[in-house]
């Protein structure tokens, strides 16, 4: 805080009032940023630099923080840059000069594109010093990159990569590529900004608590105060409710700037149109640990339907209220305009237009507006049951005309967010639940309330546990019902939802979502396609993926195949920097890809492994060698709502090795199938 408040020497003397934030000084708070693991730091270097934009160029905050965490629009925008390593090698080398084959050379060499292009820009004379990047230029670039469509596209996104390059200054700071560091480098960023990973510890949170920080030292530096430690935390406190609630930096941050963080809440709350980060569950794996956690207070169980989220959006015509314009995920519903969004705030509108056809007929006339939280469900129209998830994954996700959709679907309403034009996520969920029924009709086959018990007894759940087996459902969601907690809480994991899965009960309680790293070449009948894989979790402080287990089992024939086409597709030449896996070469798979898919998959239990870096900076480990892996991993499903980034944390790994009841017991070594 002291430097924070003080009016420490101006370190970006080329900078002057109202002109553009140069791109260069951004990239050199990543590099102070890049020399430090400490968060605290971290922090403070991310708060000045945002407090410096605040003084002399407020305009450009949005850019700068856009480019601080890694993303050109918010979540719900669909924008995605769509580019993999050769695109990026091919400009590297197209930009500098340099055969596309020394550019993989050197790839091989030095592992990290991002040094790549430094090396590659450093040894090309330039006759003309290039005009200097801006940051709200270098989002420009990106966005044209990403947006680019239609014939020809590959060659145009090579060619927006090309001319950000041209103009990157890649001196500034001796390379030492030994040392994984590239100095303040433009170009180093701009590559990292296309590959996905800054790689600077930067999380998406630490910003966001920078920016609360820098902008109540700002308000108050106004003034010739300095702010206490309780405004402080204030501001931290109001920007983070609001921006879970309301995950767009495109809407807050104006609105920041024009009304003050203090008044934040008043002018951005949850609305129609701009979907929240879903609230998620702790796992559990028995009745009695529910109610352990609950006891003394009363709770709810319902069944877990086991199908996709979807968080339906809706406002009727016939209201003043706006349903806010995320572009393209805006779709008109009779009587109404709405959009659906998955977990991943991806909109879903173009994959359901038989829900959306038909919401206007679930609504009860005063219900004028609403956000739902939902799961939408295959369903069988001759039995009148719930099927399971294979068959929804079977619905076409994009483009599905009404008339040929074969599979049908139920949507099943747990949660009601938002109820004409007031968010109600502060209510408690026995508040909630009222309104949601109160609101709306159900439909057989098409909309239901999601069956709920309230009984508090162990003997009460057991049964229920077993009718939600019987009834196709995936087990137990066991919700805190009454008082604050019972509040919904946006993009959480909460101790407040527990779920209990069949499966699960005796083993580790959840199943877990992992990215697909590298294969092995099969042997046998499998020649033809890969026969096993090494899959990791995610730690998102370090943002690197740690490998977690082989696997070789869950998967049919024509599953491997389907596969074998995705992933030959991803193919790199080497592990991304950020991938952690034990450098023995024995352990190395026979080919490495881009991490891009997260499939769910099943464990008999964890165990430590020296194969392994899961959860290896989380402390399981006293020598800090081994990582935890699983025994027996068994391919359920390939998960398109979860990006890689979401997948199952390291922490969360770590969490659920801890929990394990025989952790003291010695379990022998992992076992890897079909090694
Ligand atoms: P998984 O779906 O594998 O359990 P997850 O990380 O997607 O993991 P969790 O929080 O673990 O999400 O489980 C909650 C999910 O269960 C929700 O995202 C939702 O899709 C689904 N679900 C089904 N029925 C309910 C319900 N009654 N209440 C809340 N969520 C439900």
Known sequence: QTKLTSKAKDPFPDWKPGEPVPYAALCKTFSLIELTTKRLIIMEHCSLFLRQVLRLTPDDLLPTVLLMINKLAPDYAGVELGIGESLIMKAIGESTGRSLAVIKQDQKEIGDLGLVAVKSRSTQPTMFKPKPLTVRGVLKGLLGIATVSGNGAQGRKVDGIKKLLSSADASGGKVDITKDKGGPSEAKFIIRFLEGKLRLGLAEKTVLVSLAQAMICHEKEKKGQVPSTTDMAEAEGILKTVYSELPSYDVIIPAMLNHGIMNLRDHCKLRPGVPLKPMLAKPTKAITEVLDRFEGQTFTCEYKYDGERAQIHYVAKDTDEKLEAAPGATKEAAAGVASIFSRNSEDLSKKYPDILAKLHTWVKEDTKSFVLDCES??????????????????????????????????????????????????????ERRELLHKAFLPVEGEFHFATSMDGQELDEIQTFLDESVKASCEGLMVKMLDGKESGYEPSKRSRNWLKIKKDYLSGIGDSLDLVVLGAYYGKGKRTSVYGAFLLACYNPSSESYETVCNIGTGFSEVVLEELHKALSEIVIDRPKPFYSHSSGGQHQPDVWFEPRYVWEVKTADLTLSPRYKAGCKEGVDPSGDKGISLRFPRFIKVRDDKKPDEATSSRQVAEMYRKQESVSKSKGPAVDDDF
């Open 377 to 430: 469900v295959a369903w069988d129209v001759d039995e009148k049951k719930v099927l399971p998830f294979q068959q929804l994954m079977t619905r076409k996700k994009k483009d599905v005309k009404i008339e040929d959709v074969k599979v049908k679907v139920c949507v099943f309403a747990f949660d009601l967010l938002y109820l004409n034009g007031e968010a109600i996520v502060e209510k408690s969920l026995r």
